[in-house]
């Protein structure tokens, strides 16, 4: 923020409470994920009609700027450290701009801390959240930070990163880092630093990890007791297709059983509906998913973002249904699949919930976990509860067909807010 503005400012956060649309403010800003598109270009122009000034950034404006921009007064495109600030000077003068794009050059480095105070911290199960790096080396097609932030990774100095756990008092924290091994070197040396903060943390890798044995054992050295790793397919025709052909099935189980034996537990995310699934897969995943030990085994719908190359080939093959952007949460069809119809893809979907968070598949599971017993059970518990309750967490009217989008009940539904 521009200090000589002396700017006062409020965080709203909608999923834990309401939005007033007759607050007093100068401009509104607002973070944009696809899924949520609609609501806030909603938002943006009630504040509008009251002539107050709209401006919205986030992952959806950057991946969707021409669809974005008829609903604000601005929009920023890609990472706004130093956007935002040129957008309030320019706003103050009187002369704000439509548009304002991430200039090449970027750095983490020097940032002030993020004001976690400003929170209301009693609403979140953690304010302990942490950021060490940006972006991913990586080009999976479905994935829409190469399509929105490119594939060069950035990262703030690690002794920044440790400084801000320090000043913060965390002792059990999560790194939200999509790939916080990108950079081996980096992250050794994150590792290394965090040993002497005795904390435990939980974060984001990919498999390649466990091919790793030093990294990995500086991991689990540096109090790393939980990581989301991205398995996506059990088909390898998927794999290769989507550009993620160093994930190898016949790999997997090593990998949850070398990450067990460095006491880290694994939360291992799967899509269903690439190309070479068929109806089959559903149920083979989730018998996967427990033989293999995995701790939380969470499923999506693969949903090909505006700007992703899956999207792209996709229309050019004229199988996407859909731009009702609040379908876009990782749980609806909005494209026609290749070897099942739309149903199938979504009732097979709250199948694998079912199965993989049966009674019986948790306890054959949690056999082998490395979490404390009270905390896995407690979560797979909690995941239990969401795989027997989709239709209310996903609550909407919409089923979507070949011809387009129809109004009668779903065995889903459709986005909620």
């Keep these: 923020m521009p200090e000589e503005l002396e700017p006062r400012f409020t965080l709203v956060d909608e999923g834990i409470e309401e939005i007033d649309p007759d607050m007093d403010v100068d401009v509104v800003g607002l973070t944009v994920i696809t899924g949520t598109a609609p609501r806030a270009y909603e938002l943006a122009s009630r504040f509008r009609?009251?002539?107050i000034p709209v401006v919205l950034g986030g992952p959806h404006v950057t991946l969707a700027p021409d669809d974005a921009q008829p609903h604000a007064d601005?929009?920023?495109?890609g990472y706004a450290e130093d956007t935002w600030p040129e957008l309030l000077r320019d706003l103050a003068g009187g002369r704000l701009r439509p548009r304002y794009v991430q200039q090449p050059g970027l750095s983490l480095a020097g940032r002030p801390f993020p004001?976690?105070?400003?929170?209301?911290?009693?609403?979140?199960?953690?304010?302990?959240v942490f950021e060490a790096t940006r972006g991913c080396i990586h080009n999976c097609d479905f994935c829409v930070v190469p399509a929105a932030w490119g594939r060069k990774p950035y990262q703030k100095p690690v002794e920044e990163v440790v400084e801000d756990i320090r000043r913060h008092g965390a002792r059990k924290l999560i790194f939200v880092d999509l790939n916080l091994i990108a950079d081996r070197e980096y992250a050794a040396r994150l590792f290394t630093a965090l040993i002497p903060l005795r904390v435990q943390w939980f974060g984001l890798s990919t498999v390649l990890l466990a091919d790793d044995g030093p990294l990995l054992r500086l991991a689990a050295a540096s109090g790393c007791r939980g990581l989301l790793l991205g398995f996506e397919s059990i088909v390898p025709g998927n794999l290769r297709d989507s550009s993620k052909g160093f994930n190898r099935p016949?790999?997997?189980k090593q990998v949850v059983r070398a990450l067990h034996q460095a006491g880290i537990a694994v939360y291992g995310c799967f899509v269903f509906?690439?190309?070479?699934?068929?109806?089959?897969?559903?149920?083979?995943?989730?018998?996967f998913a427990v033989e293999a030990g995995i701790d939380l085994p969470r499923f999506a719908i693969v949903t090909p973002f505006p700007g992703t190359a899956l999207h792209h080939r996709l229309d050019r093959e004229g199988r996407m249904l859909t731009r009702n952007w609040e379908l876009y949460d990782g749980q609806h069809v909005v494209f026609q699949p290749a070897r099942m119809t739309v149903r199938?893809?979504?009732?097979?979907?709250?199948?694998?919930?079912?199965?993989?968070y049966s009674i019986p598949s948790i306890a054959r599971?949690?056999?082998s976990s490395p979490a404390s017993p009270w905390l896995a059970l407690s979560a797979n518990?909690?995941?239990?509860?969401?795989?027997?309750?989709?239709?209310?967490f996903y609550n909407c009217d919409w089923v979507i067909g070949r011809a387009g989008v129809s109004r009668h009940p779903s065995p889903l539904g459709a986005g909620a807010r």
């Design 344 to 356: 199938t893809l979504q009732e097979g979907t709250e199948r694998a919930w079912r199965s993989v």
């Design 74 to 77: 601005s929009i920023v495109v």
């Design 250 to 252: 016949a790999h997997f």
């Design 49 to 51: 009609a009251r002539g």
């Design 273 to 287: 509906g690439m190309d070479h699934d068929t109806p089959d897969v559903f149920l083979e995943t989730a018998r």
């Design 381 to 392: 518990l909690g995941y239990r509860h969401y795989a027997r309750n989709l239709q209310r």
């Design 115 to 128: 004001r976690r105070d400003l929170l209301p911290a009693r609403r979140f199960l953690t304010t302990n």
């Design 365 to 367: 599971r949690l056999r």
